[in-house]
């Protein structure tokens, strides 16, 4: 018996079909959302590091939740105002599960997507919290780096440039600064989700339900 014919009769897998693997195909698709909700995604997805297609293949591809979206938004229009064109690459499956979806319940693709959506907003507001947080425990980082600076200059002054306990020192404080550096350009990365207003987006919300 062959090493494959072990490895086939000891695990049962399940099978992939060639439609699991044709619904992972990227497609382009456009839709007319707010402002809001397109820098909902935007933000989560440039804040976590995350790629766009992926977060909203993740809002979307969950078929009991685009119903449950569906039957609140059933024969709901969506009004044009203030409502942008917007393309993004996604899944075929994603897109297959929100036509779907729309057709059986007679509800607005756009209004789908926007409705899905509000499922980022504790994401944002728990990020928006720890994004100050860290702009606090910054300023503590600050002092104490300024501290091993002060500490590296007097063992300077006190040991001379050849010795080892200052090679080391200056190891250590290249090292912290290296670290420092990150951590400062993350914070200034967190700038985009301080100024996004949650509530906006909750109001938008709401508004499709009427």
């Given at each position: 018996?062959?090493?494959?014919?072990?490895?086939?009769?000891?695990?049962?897998?399940?099978?992939?079909?060639?439609?699991?693997?044709?619904?992972?195909?990227?497609?382009?698709?456009?839709?007319?959302?707010?402002?809001?909700?397109?820098?909902?995604?935007?933000?989560?997805?440039?804040?976590?590091?995350?790629?766009?297609?992926?977060?909203?293949?993740?809002?979307?591809?969950?078929?009991?939740?685009?119903?449950?979206?569906?039957?609140?938004?059933?024969?709901?229009?969506?009004?044009?105002?203030?409502?942008?064109?917007?393309?993004?690459?996604?899944?075929?499956?994603?897109?297959r599960s929100l036509e779907t979806v729309?057709?059986?319940?007679?509800?607005?693709?756009?209004?789908?997507?926007?409705?899905?959506?509000?499922?980022?907003?504790?994401?944002?507001?728990?990020?928006?919290?720890?994004?100050?947080?860290?702009?606090?425990?910054?300023?503590?980082?600050?002092?104490?780096?300024?501290?091993?600076?002060?500490?590296?200059?007097?063992?300077?002054?006190?040991?001379?440039?050849?010795?080892?306990?200052?090679?080391?020192?200056?190891?250590?404080?290249?090292?912290?600064?290296?670290?420092?550096?990150?951590?400062?350009?993350?914070?200034?990365?967190?700038?985009?989700?301080?100024?996004?207003?949650p509530e906006m987006l909750k109001r938008?919300?709401?508004?499709?339900?009427?």
């Amino acid at each position: 018996m062959s090493a494959n014919e072990k490895w086939t009769i000891g695990i049962s897998l399940p099978q992939t079909t060639t439609s699991d693997l044709r619904g992972r195909q990227s497609v382009r698709a456009t839709f007319k959302l707010t402002e809001e909700c397109i820098g909902a995604i935007s933000i989560v997805a440039t804040h976590l590091g995350i790629k766009q297609k992926s977060l909203f293949d993740h809002l979307v591809e969950d078929m009991s939740s685009l119903k449950a979206i569906a039957r609140e938004l059933k024969n709901t229009h969506v009004h044009a105002q203030n409502r942008v064109q917007k393309t993004f690459v996604i899944s075929r499956k994603s897109l297959r599960s929100l036509e779907t979806v729309s057709k059986s319940h007679n509800a607005p693709r756009d209004s789908l997507v926007e409705f899905s959506v509000q499922r980022l907003l504790p994401i944002i507001i728990n990020e928006q919290k720890r994004h100050q947080a860290r702009k606090k425990i910054r300023k503590e980082i600050v002092t104490h780096f300024e501290a091993g600076k002060a500490l590296l200059s007097r063992v300077k002054n006190a040991l001379g440039t050849e010795d080892p306990v200052l090679s080391r020192m200056t190891a250590l404080m290249m090292s912290y600064n290296n670290t420092f550096t990150a951590i400062d350009a993350f914070i200034e990365r967190g700038k985009l989700i301080e100024d996004f207003d949650p509530e906006m987006l909750k109001r938008m919300i709401e508004t499709l339900k009427k």
